[in-house]
């Protein structure tokens, strides 16, 4: 055999295993690759939410999630409103001057929202990230002064919070309760985590 033929030879040996290498790096690099894509639940998780609102009544919050956090929409009544300005020298933040979060522009007024009714912040204290709970009723109760007058408390460190999620003063939490993006597609419909201006 001629030294020509083992050439040919080994070079269609080297031209076949590159190519089924090649092939089988192909193979692995795929599903590995597409494996860095965030998953359909990942995506769900950060895209906005539309939330039900028609039989929420006036004193009553429901909570929905969006990107792993709970996003409270609360409805107020006309008495709780009627606290907002009477409490003010009370809080450490009354008009959301700090800005530890980006707050909507929308949201920066006495109430914090687009419909002074209706109250939409994510549930999470500014102190530690724990889950404040709802303390509306008026009056004495255990961990609150005895001039409550409604909100919420973060039963971890003792912050109390008004009904719009503003921090009294004095307490661990360094920030009000944070407004994410939201938009009214109807009376009746809320979209969390967009806006018009997004």
């Known amino acids: 055999m001629s030294e020509a033929t083992v050439d040919k030879e080994r070079r269609t040996w080297m031209i076949a295993t590159c190519a089924m290498g090649g092939a089988g790096a192909a ?17 769900a998780a950060g895209a906005p939410v539309e939330a039900d609102i028609s039989a929420l009544q006036p004193g009553e919050k429901m909570v929905v999630e969006w990107r792993g956090r709970p996003v409270w929409i609360f409805r107020r009544t006309p008495e709780q409103l009627a606290t907002l300005e009477a409490l003010e020298p009370r809080l450490a933040d009354p008009h959301s001057n700090r800005r530890a979060f980006p707050m909507p522009a929308y949201a920066h007024n006495r109430h914090r929202s687009i419909k002074p009714e209706y109250f939409v912040a994510i549930g999470i204290c500014s102190h530690l990230g724990c889950s404040p709970v709802s303390r509306l009723t008026p009056g004495p109760q255990p961990s609150l002064p005895n001039d409550w007058v409604g909100g919420f408390l973060c039963p971890c460190h003792g912050s109390t919070f008004d009904v719009a999620g503003r921090v009294f003063s004095n307490q661990p939490a360094p920030d009000n309760l944070e407004v994410p993006p939201h938009m009214y597609l109807s009376d009746t419909v809320l979209l969390v985590g967009e806006d018009q201006q997004a």
């Open 27 to 43: 193979a692995v690099a795929v599903p590995f690759v597409s494996s860095l894509a965030p998953s359909e639940r990942a995506q």
